[in-house]
């Protein structure tokens, strides 16, 4: 009989969701997409959609791997029956297949944290071709090696040992360091004008159906709602711990991490952009491949033309290297998870899970196009993955799980009817709505030519082939994976 690992307190347990929910997306992504679509108007949706999206996902998440005590694939197995073990499947895959190339982004915040610390005072003299000459070689090899390394060892320590004291550590350093940069960004002469521009909203931006469509988007990715992420580390909950107040504070120092590094990116750039000639809006919203123009190329350029610039630049580095791995960590536990109900011990799990991520890991690590591929296929795979969680909701009886399981004995906050409301319509229509979109924006705006074709990397055909495949191996894998994971050893 296997001992149960569980979290030593809600503390722990709160730190964990944090390290879980915070990871690349809050200081990378964040700031890149509130710029493109009106800074302080972006933040209204933005907030509406915490409610109405992210934090009753995370609910179900909470409440499903509290009660089965499985990782995704047995989750759902267990909870709806054998049927429906193939949506777990999903969730799993399309997760794994996310870390697979998550471990060479962190890589990346690695190698430019060392670069930002050595004392050569040309490392940085031509951002452009600093990242050309790296991500053109093999040293992102090298750096997805030490990221797998670094996060499977965690895991290999255990609940408590592992992931929970290597939290203790990482976040407060995350919220440290962000609140460290903040300070020293506020102090730039022209700051003021960054965080008017990130708070200040724009009303026209909000009549435009885009900007609640790219908040929905950030929200559901940022926080992890949906992912199964939350579910794993719900399966290491005591049995007395509040279900809706933990959703909340993940989904609430979530958006406070990107909050800080909005005011940290936005104060510096508005500052250091215009002494270089640069137009502030431009070096915030630029993509670059794979998203990478913002932080990569233009923060490392900027960065130099302020006083200590190095030291701020590696405190950057450092905390978007520590966001990295603590939801790393938290990926490589939800494959673990699920080799574990399969009736792998831990330490043979994590040797697959370590060894599997990084061969799996080597295309995106020596191609960023095909690293943009999977991002861009997977990261839309996880609104699928919050449907089904939806649906699994749904399909149980979302009264019955918020009574049943939600809000059990003892908890400081309730779900109420309100609950109910939303993910009987609201997730379902928003879910509809916004792969809708998506798919309309591949078809019309990213590749209209090609929108169809399944080797393009970033059309609508490479996403519905990919899937395809996986819902279908799922599919007819359901009874085996549903005898190896759901049932009862």
Not at 373 to 389: A, E, K, T
């Amino acid at each position: 009989m296997k001992k149960a690992e569980f979290f030593s307190s809600r503390w722990a347990l709160i730190l964990a969701a944090l390290g879980m929910a915070v990871g690349t997306g809050n200081i990378w992504r964040f700031p890149r997409i509130a710029a493109q679509n009106g800074g302080g108007s972006f933040l209204i949706p933005w907030v509406i959609f915490l409610f109405l999206w992210s934090i009753p996902l995370l609910i179900i998440e909470f409440a499903i791997g509290k009660e089965t005590r499985r990782g995704a694939v047995g989750a759902f197995g267990k909870l709806l029956g054998e049927k429906y073990t193939w949506m777990g499947a999903f969730v799993g895959f399309c997760t794994m297949a996310i870390m697979f190339y998550y471990s060479v982004v962190m890589g990346w915040c690695v190698k430019y944290f060392t670069a930002s610390i050595l004392p050569n005072a040309n490392t940085f003299a031509d951002t452009q071709a600093f990242w050309d000459s790296f991500t053109g070689g093999i040293q992102p090899l090298y750096f997805h090696l030490f990221a797998m390394i670094i996060g499977s060892f965690v895991i290999y320590k255990g609940v408590v040992t592992g992931i929970e004291r290597a939290n203790k550590i990482l976040i407060p350093l995350l919220f440290g360091l962000l609140i460290l940069a903040a300070i020293r960004a506020l102090t730039l002469p022209g700051a003021i004008d960054g965080l008017n521009f990130l708070f200040e909203p724009k009303w026209e931006y909000l009549l435009n159906y885009k900007t609640w469509l790219e908040a929905l988007s950030q929200s559901a990715w940022s926080t992890g709602a949906g992912w199964g992420l939350m579910l794993t580390y719900a399966v290491y909950m005591q049995k007395n711990e509040d279900i809706v107040l933990n959703s909340f504070v993940a989904g609430l120092g979530n958006n406070s991490a990107s909050l800080l590094s909005g005011i940290v990116l936005f104060a510096a750039v508005f500052s250091l952009a215009p002494e270089l000639g640069i137009e502030p809006a431009v070096a915030l919203s630029d993509s670059g491949p794979a998203s990478t123009g913002m932080t990569f190329i233009w923060i490392p350029r900027l960065f130099q033309a302020m006083p200590l610039g190095g030291l701020f630049m590696a405190i950057f580095f450092l905390a978007l290297m520590t966001a990295a791995l603590s939801s790393l960590i938290a990926m490589i536990e939800f494959s673990t998870r699920i080799f574990m109900d399969a009736g792998l011990e831990r330490k043979s799990a994590i040797f697959m899970v370590g060894v599997g991520g990084f061969l799996l890991g080597i295309p995106s690590a020596l191609n960023i196009n095909f690293l943009g591929n999977q991002d861009w296929v997977w990261g839309l795979g996880l609104m699928v993955s919050g449907m089904f969680f939806t649906f699994a909701a749904i399909k149980y009886g979302v009264d019955k799980m918020r009574t049943q399981l939600i809000n059990t004995e003892g908890n400081d906050l309730r779900a109420g009817k309100w609950f109910n409301i939303i993910v009987t319509f609201i997730i379902p229509i928003e879910f509809i709505v916004l792969i809708s979109w998506w798919s309309w924006q591949a078809i019309t705006l990213y590749d209209p030519k090609g929108w169809w074709n399944p080797f393009h990397t970033f059309s609508l055909g490479t996403c519905i082939f990919q899937w395809g495949i996986v819902i279908l191996l799922s599919i007819l894998l359901n009874r085996w994976l549903f005898k190896r994971s759901a049932q009862e050893s």
